[in-house]
């Protein structure tokens, strides 16, 4: 049988990230995935970096757009990562805010654009 390393209790799985033995105590979940306490701690934390970027660059978007087209599939991809389990959980917010704000943008801009260019040609 084995056992998780802090309690020396039967383990019921393993982490999905460092794959340690993980027992009862020790287990935590994340996006429905077992992690052990450590690789939580590490992941849950704080937003990673592509999720904040994503808010930044949807933010800078309002005002010039093009960071806008690149925001979006960025925060599309950090949700999935997310929903893996394999970026942490606090970037959700921000990651959701910011496919939902680069939306907005790119729909409003390409609108703006297209009438703009309507109103030069005819
Ligand atoms: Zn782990
Ligand atoms: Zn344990």
């Known amino acids: 049988m084995e056992l998780c390393a802090p309690h020396g209790e039967a383990s019921v799985g393993s982490c999905t990230r460092c794959g340690a033995f993980i027992c009862e105590r020790c287990r935590r979940w994340m996006s429905e995935k ?11 934390d704080r937003p990673s970096r592509e999720a904040v970027w994503a808010l930044g660059l ?5 005002l010039l757009w093009v960071p806008a087209l690149v925001a979006f599939p960025l925060a599309q ?12 959980e606090a970037g959700r917010d921000f990651a959701s805010l910011a496919r939902a704000l680069a ?6 801009g390409a609108v703006a654009i297209a009438v703009g260019l309507y109103r030069a040609f005819s």
Do not use: D
């Open 77 to 88: 991809r950090e949700l999935e990562r997310i929903a893996q389990g394999r970026a942490p």
């Open 34 to 44: 077992p992690f052990c306490a450590e690789c939580l701690k590490r992941l849950g």
């Open 58 to 62: 949807a933010t800078l978007g309002l």
């Open 103 to 108: 939306g907005f943008v790119s729909v409003v």
